[in-house]
């Protein structure tokens, strides 16, 4: 949550500076509107997962049942028969479809 928070001011804070261009040349601006763009997004990157070890060092490891269900590996039986029954035919269908069109783009642009 952290990250997401962080990220977005950080990236907001980049669109801000790039929109008003500031003419001071530092590192505050260097960093937020003269850097690459691509540059800039790795060292986010960077930065997020940092950011998300230390807070996950820092923080007291939950408790079984907070974290009960959140992801597959830690579904009850009950749990894992409930989404399997959620499905339909229509749900598979259209996720067969969205995928043949994620594929399609990843061919025609590769």
Known sequence: MWTLIVGLVLGFTRL???IIN????????YIFNEMNVYAFCVWMF???IALAIVVTLCTKKPA????QGLC??????EQK????????AWDIIHTVI???FTVAFYIYFW
Request: hydrophobic letters at 45%.
């Open 81 to 88: 028969a409930e989404t399997r029954a959620s499905w339909g």
């Open 22 to 29: 500031p003419q001071a040349h530092n590192v505050f601006t």
């Open 16 to 18: 801000f500076t790039m």
């Open 64 to 67: 079984p049942e907070q974290v």
């Open 46 to 48: 960077l930065f997020c």
């Open 72 to 77: 597959f590996g830690t579904a009850t039986p």
């Open 98 to 100: 969205i995928l043949a």
